[in-house]
């Protein structure tokens, strides 16, 4: 099938059975066939009130404003707000305020409660910038480390820098050793403050990322033949879309992503062109029938 005949609709890729969906998510799980996939949205699942960081982009870019206000063109941009940030104000006065608003304590969602409770995933992908996830591994006494995505002012040349349960930084060959890899790859506040989101960030990495360049060996070779799970994940943006297709690339050919209601056309489009199969229901109702399962 030809990217121009793809359907568009949400219809068709949205699986007939849910339920059933779930238990073919359950057994996958059990049998270490899943790589969890987990976006902001997982944020939305707690009350404003008691989520004291930006619950998806467009909460984050309005925190940035409220620090510096950026043109009106951008405001509502936050890859251009934060390269107005770095351009203007220094590289490191955008890393401060980052993690000042994200260096935060966080309650786990029911979702990061559920991935932390699968026992040993060989990877988790967590492409939002806080530490909850990683923090509850750390609860848990897991053989676990994470490897995280570094912006070129941060870098020595490299891709991405790795973790030990410590916040130590380690070597790639240690990350193969780990029970469960963890995956940042935007970054994250904990342990070192390592964050892409500027324009210059996301340049430098979206002219390699197609050949693979930016992807750990080890993650490449624990996606290999698995199914990925998206949680708290939409695919509005091409930043989004892009990120997801070359971290599942060279996986399975099946996929599921818990997303509800309407998808718009490039969504639906996405899904259907790498074998994702919409869940559709909030992401509150999926994790409690994959609790009852799992």
């Known amino acids: ?56 982009s467009a909460e984050l870019v309005q925190r940035l404003n409220a620090k510096v206000a950026a043109p009106g063109r ?15 104000k220094h590289r490191k006065t955008l890393e401060a305020i980052l993690n000042e608003i994200f260096r935060q304590t966080v309650p786990a969602t029911p979702v990061h409660a559920l991935l ?32 995280q995505g570094v ?56 002219t390699e990322i197609d050949i693979q360049t930016p992807i750990p060996a080890v993650v490449k070779d624990r996606r290999a033949g698995r199914h990925f799970l998206f949680l708290g994940c939409r695919f509005d943006h091409e930043i989004q879309r892009t990120f997801a297709r070359q971290i599942a690339k060279r996986s399975s050919d099946s996929h599921w992503a818990v997303i509800p209601g309407e998808l718009s056309k490039n969504e639906a489009r996405f899904l259907a062109l790498h074998g994702i199969r919409r869940i559709d229901m909030t992401l509150e109702e999926a994790v409690e029938g994959l609790r009852a399962r799992v």
């Open 1 to 56: 099938m030809t990217d121009t005949t793809l359907a568009t609709d949400s219809d068709s890729v949205t699986v007939p059975d849910a339920a059933a969906a779930l238990a073919d998510i359950a057994a996958a799980l059990a049998a270490k066939q899943v790589v969890p996939y987990l976006g902001p949205g997982a944020f939305a699942l707690l009350p404003p009130d008691q989520c004291p960081i930006p619950r998806n």
């Open 74 to 88: 951008i405001r509502s941009n936050l890859t251009a707000v934060a390269q107005f940030i770095e351009t203007r």
């Open 116 to 147: 932390a409770a699968i026992p040993a995933p060989p990877l988790l992908v967590d492409v939002w910038y806080d530490n909850v996830l990683d923090s509850l591994l750390s609860a848990a006494d897991r053989h676990w480390g994470q490897i």
């Open 151 to 206: 912006s070129h002012p941060q870098s020595t040349g490299e891709w991405v820098r790795y973790y030990a349960p410590d916040g130590a930084e380690t070597t790639a060959e240690a990350a193969v050793g780990w029970d469960t890899v963890l995956y940042k790859p935007s970054g994250a506040v904990t342990p070192a403050g390592n964050y892409l989101i500027s324009d210059s960030d996301y340049v430098e990495i979206l």
